[in-house]
């Protein structure tokens, strides 16, 4: 199934939300796989040895996942909210990670749970988003005689031009959302003379 314009976090962003003296530390990032939030959480607990709370949520994959983690605070208390920060941003192919230094006071389960959504919330807000355009890339070898018809039905279908060399015969590699590529190639049939491969299928982000 070909993948939609998605939005995800742009960059990194973090936060520090205090509570009764319990301090909340927010990190929000781009991430793809469990492997890419493993290895954060790996680096977050170099950073913070003495915190025993590394609360998580994530929306990523394809087909959308996603996950949470209290991590040894109340059910739902924690990863949830987080959950909900990253829902309420419109988010995927993200995550975000919080990390409580207890204070000494309880804040009860409402108190985390707000604690908890209000820090994700603000450091998902510092990295700011960005609409993301699964696309993909085709190279396609033809004589220039049809270079006019396939730049023509480039253009319907919201394709560009990544690169081009010419010879005695045109190469390009064209980029298109994956959305197009269906309607693409079926029209792609009618010009027999054009030989086509796909390359790959990347993201490509716009603002």
């Known amino acids: 199934m070909p993948l939609a314009p998605y939005t995800c976090l742009a960059h990194d962003g ?12 927010a990190y929000a990032f781009p991430c793809s796989s469990m492997e890419v939030l493993d290895a954060k ?7 913070h040895p ?10 990523m994959g394809q087909p959308l996942e996603e996950r949470a983690q209290d991590a040894g605070e109340p059910v739902h208390s924690a990863g ?17 990670i919080v990390i409580r230094y207890f204070g ?7 108190g985390l ?5 209000t820090s994700a919330m603000e450091a998902i807000q510092q990295a700011g988003t960005v609409e993301v355009v699964p696309r993909i890339s085709v190279h396609c070898s033809l004589p220039y005689s049809a270079l006019g018809s396939l730049e023509a039905l480039m253009r319907q279908h919201q394709g560009s031009m990544r ?3 010419f ?41």
């Open 14 to 25: 973090e936060s520090l939300f205090k509570d009764r003296a319990s301090k909340f530390y």
């Open 41 to 47: 959480l790996a680096e977050l607990k170099k950073t």
């Open 50 to 59: 003495k915190a025993r709370h590394f609360c998580w949520a994530s929306r």
């Open 80 to 96: 949830t909210p987080i959950l909900h920060a990253l829902q309420s941003a419109g988010v995927e192919q993200s995550a975000a």
């Open 104 to 110: 000494g006071t309880k804040l009860g389960v409402s």
């Open 113 to 117: 749970i707000h604690a908890y959504r």
């Open 163 to 165: 690169a081009q060399k």
């Open 167 to 207: 010879g005695t015969a045109c190469e390009l590699i064209l980029e298109l959302p994956e959305l197009e590529w269906a309607r693409f190639a079926a029209q792609l049939e009618a010009l027999p003379e054009v030989q086509w491969r796909i390359q790959e299928a990347s993201p490509t982000a716009t603002t």
